[in-house]
């Protein structure tokens, strides 16, 4: 690990800079608070306007249930996407922080997309009358959940941060790749198999009342997104400095 | 290559008996489904295709971890690494994802002709399963070099790659088994998935064999 290269200020470019991780707990420090404040006063105005917004005429109270399920699923493949530019700066810049940033990503990601899963279920009841369909959408979300789950297993196992990455950095490439197919081919399966669709997720178009509550919604969580990696990455970066340092006790007391 | 080829052949075939067992272990799951679903022949006639095919698939994932781990324990693994200029990574992954396909799941695609008269299925169902398993088994192998690939310094790495290739296999599945079923009942097609099946395949067998060649370069530094 590179923990303790210093790099000439002037001729380095921002993000050269913020390889050093001091610097970018520096940065980190200053940008949480404001951040959280920000992902709070939108949340605040985003929950108050869902509450407020009418009523669907046919889905009642239960489309409140919307203002946090589309932000989730939104954030469950942004995540992923953050996770896959991590990868690249991995593999091809070798930048330091691209290994925390995608270790770091992935619980936030594994969670919203059980988030997105969980609300849309609660939706579905009240809607369709059941917990769970084979959707052709739901099923990729799903499989979503279950390369989080297996990319997040896979760095657990190694005890070197540097090939943990490294290795997780492929299978996340290898993931962003196939994530069209899967979604291409579950498309396909579920037309093969049930040819009447169950529900129509884009029927309508939605009013300008709902959509607003919608969008704001959907930039808090955002915000909360980066805020959430941010001291994410500050916590590993603090971890690994912690290993290093006893690893260093150790061998003082050895000598 | 060819000498890579017929060494790796050999030694899937003949060392610790790997692809018997996975062949057992295929016949094993087949051999279970009857006294889980019941023995209605009509029902075991309808999914059949999809029986084959899983139980195919998760003998393949089972081999895979053997697809790297006896060349890393007796050091044949870091000579191809070193020997990388010389003989591109990926065209020696290829080759021996190649290897291992015919030792371990060629027996399985062979025996699922035998194991599709135990499902009941008609002669044409049975052909388009066989034929639609050594079409797509190939994928799952390529796919699965990356998992084999990552997890091959793991003690206990067989279980990780099955965790980590199955949602990439979930492609293969879908088309093989849309296009096994395409060839018995009427109105579906069956060469749509088909041809789609061995698109997948064909770039399987691309991406697969690079990245497991890259996740093999940065996993012994």
């Known amino acids: 690990m590179s923990e303790t290269q210093t790099l000439p200020d002037a001729k380095a470019g921002w993000f050269t800079r913020l390889a050093n991780p001091t610097r970018f707990i520096a940065l980190a420090d200053r940008l949480i608070p404001w951040l959280l404040g920000l992902a709070g006063v939108l949340l605040a105005t985003g929950l108050y306007m869902s509450f407020t917004a009418p009523e669907d005429y046919q889905q009642g109270i239960t489309v409140q249930i919307m203002y946090i399920h589309v932000p989730f699923a939104w954030l469950s493949m942004m995540c992923y996407t953050v996770m896959a530019i991590s990868s690249i700066g991995t593999l091809v810049w070798r930048h330091p922080l691209a290994d925390v940033s995608a270790k770091a990503a992935a619980p936030i990601g594994a969670v919203f997309t059980f988030l997105a899963l969980f609300t849309g279920s609660v939706w579905g009841k009240p809607m369709w009358g059941t917990w769970w369909v084979w959707d052709a959408r739901l099923t990729s979300v799903f499989v979503l959940f279950l390369m989080y789950l297996g990319i997040i297993a896979l760095t657990r196992a190694m005890d070197d941060p540097a090939k943990a990455a490294r290795a997780a950095a492929i299978v996340t490439l290898v993931g962003f790749i196939n994530i069209p197919i899967i979604k291409f081919s579950v498309d396909w399966w579920n037309t093969l198999h049930q040819p009447a669709a169950v529900f129509r997720m884009g029927g309508p178009t939605i009013d300008p009342s709902m959509l607003w509550p919608l969008m704001i919604m959907a930039v808090a969580f955002t915000v909360l997104f980066f805020a959430l990696h941010f001291m994410a990455m500050r916590t590993e970066i603090w971890r690994r400095r912690v290993i290093a340092m006893r690893r260093i006790a150790a061998r003082r007391a050895d000598a | ?221």
């Open chain 2, 1 to 221: 290559m060819l000498a890579l080829f017929i060494r790796d052949l050999k030694l899937g075939v003949r060392a610790g008996g790997g692809a018997l067992v996975g062949l057992l272990f295929y016949l094993a799951v087949v051999a279970v489904i009857p006294f889980g679903v019941g023995p209605d022949l009509n029902l075991l006639a309808r999914i059949g295709p999809a029986i084959l095919w899983i139980g195919a698939l998760l003998a393949a994932l089972l081999g895979l971890d053997r697809l790297f781990q006896a060349d890393r324990e007796d050091g044949a693994l870091d000579l191809v690494i070193i020997a990388r200029d010389r003989h591109m990574l990926a065209l020696t992954v290829f080759v021996k994802c190649l290897a291992h396909w015919t030792a371990s799941v060629l027996p399985l695609v062979i025996a699922a002709p035998l194991l599709g008269l135990f499902m009941n299925m008609t002669p044409v169902g049975i052909g388009a399963a066989t034929l639609t398993l050594a079409a797509g088994t190939p994928a799952i192998t390529f796919i699965g070099a990356v998992g084999a690939a990552v997890a091959v310094a793991l003690p206990r790495g067989g279980l990780l790659v099955s965790v980590l290739i199955l949602p990439f296999v979930i492609p293969v599945l879908i088309f093989g088994v849309s296009a096994a079923y395409g060839a018995v009942n009427d109105p579906d097609p069956f060469w749509p998935p088909f041809l789609i099946l061995s698109a997948l395949t064909l770039f399987f067998a691309v991406l697969g064999p690079v990245a497991a060649g890259a996740a093999l370069k940065g996993g012994t530094d």
